[in-house]
Nanobody
């Protein structure tokens, strides 16, 4: 059964760093891309970053460019999100999205990131 699991969330002070991980299984699942989204309290879910699991090309939301880096381990269907210089506005549940080459996309349950001011 396909599933997506995030980890690495937590509490961090403003200006600090955090690294999130996301694993899509089974490993045999052929992915086109994986992405991170986030949803802050009272707001809609928004795009953060995406990586093509084949080419490695990336794109980012303007709000995180230069501070967040998305990376991958394609062999393990894993992506990472390195978040630096975190701001209180970064407090949100961070969700991982996995889009296979064929078929529907999958979402994880999310991991909470709280940035204290």
């Amino acid at each position: 059964q396909e599933q997506v699991v995030e980890s690495g969330g937590g509490l961090v002070e403003a200006g600090g760093s955090l690294r999130l991980s996301c694993v899509a299984s089974p490993r045999s699942l052929s992915l086109h891309d994986m992405a991170w989204f986030r949803q802050a309290p009272g707001k809609e879910r928004e795009f953060v970053a995406r990586i093509n699991m084949i080419s490695g090309s990336t794109n980012y939301a303007d709000s995180v460019k230069g501070r967040f880096t998305i990376d991958k381990d394609s062999a393990e269907n894993t992506v990472f999100l390195d978040m630096k210089t975190l701001k209180p506005g970064g407090t949100a549940i961070y969700y991982c999205n996995a889009k296979p080459l064929f078929g529907r996309e999958y979402w994880g349950q999310g991991t909470q990131v709280t940035v204290s001011s």
